[in-house]
């Protein structure tokens, strides 16, 4: 209790005056403050941590398998603290095709596999539609640990990811990539709006290796606007039309 206060409830007794008991105040653990240097932004402004990096040099990974062990062991912070598990991939991972999609859900959580719930289910179906079997293509995620509440992941955990994306990717050879997704073509393309970038070829280089990119609708994304899938069909039948050029 502070000295001043115990002093007048002190005097108060003294006077007569009924003083009801006050319980001693609880200790209040204070957050521990580092120090900072002299030219370190001022307390007003939030501090952003810099993303995770992988601590194994990844270029000396040489197998899909060994790529997802050392995942399995990376901490992934905040975004790892909810998920279940890392989620990998699906798929044929000799396929030419190669499908990027932004981030797991629940489903995907649970199974440890991108793309098994309702909009994986429709990727399927999409796909099938111009001929794409299971042993066609071969599915990953810019982020692989379901976000917490299933919200966007933000850009330093994009960041934190593509090194791991950039590995699967150069391991896995493909010949075509397919964006699913805002998220996932404007990680690996710099471009924004999936609105007016959807069906349009772009280049995405990695590691010396360019592969010829497109980005689509995110199936999720059409089961709330099925009036778009229109303009998925044609999409698809410019997908179709390079995989039957290679």
């Not at 370190?40 to 062990?69: C, R, V, W």
């Not at 964006?179 to 280089?205: C, E």
């Amino acid at each position: 209790m502070d000295a001043a206060l115990r002093s007048l409830l002190d005097w108060y007794a003294e006077m007569g005056v009924d003083v009801p008991k006050v319980a001693p105040a609880k200790p209040v653990r204070r957050p521990l403050v580092k120090s900072k240097p002299d030219n370190a932004a001022s307390p007003s402004a939030s501090p952003i941590e810099p993303p995770a990096k992988p601590a194994t040099d990844l270029s000396k990974i040489k197998t899909l398998a060994d790529l997802h062990a050392v995942m399995n062991d990376f901490d992934a912070g905040v975004l790892g603290d909810g998920a279940r598990q890392v989620v990998f991939s699906r798929g044929n991972p000799d396929a030419d095709l190669m499908v990027i999609g932004e981030a797991p859900g629940r489903d995907e959580d649970i199974q440890g596999k991108p793309f098994v719930g309702r909009s994986g289910q429709l990727l399927d179906r999409m796909l099938a539609a111009i001929a794409l079997g299971e042993e066609d293509f071969y599915v990953t995620n810019v982020v692989n640990w379901r976000p917490p509440k299933n919200r966007n992941p933000t850009k330093p955990e994009i960041d934190m990811c593509l090194p791991f994306l950039e590995r699967h990717i150069a391991l896995a050879k493909p010949k075509v990539l397919l964006l699913v997704g805002g998220i996932s073509m404007s990680a690996l393309t710099g471009v924004t709006g999936i609105m007016k970038n959807h069906g349009q070829w772009h280049d995405v280089t990695m590691d010396g290796t360019t592969y010829p990119a497109l980005p689509l609708y995110h199936p999720a994304f059409l089961l709330r606007r099925p009036e778009l899938k229109k303009d998925a069909w044609r999409d698809l039948l410019v997908l179709r039309e390079k995989l039957l050029s290679l």
